[in-house]
């Protein structure tokens, strides 16, 4: 009896790890999904700064 109980701890064990491990791979990718959206959004608004900036460089005087 010993020995059952000592194996079936070990799978709830191992169960528990492999279940924890899945929700954490499914955190992660919801994070990487919402990241990628973030840097698309990030892309724009740099080329709108640039633009900003080039513009700016019209208005300098020298001299």
Known sequence: MSTLKT???AAAVLAT??????IYKAMQDEDAQASSSDD???WDEMEDDEE????????VVYG
């Open 7 to 9: 194996v079936g701890m």
């Open 17 to 22: 790890g492999f279940l924890g491990y899945g």
């Open 40 to 42: 698309v959004t990030d």
């Open 52 to 59: 900003a900036v080039d513009d700016s460089w019209d208005d």
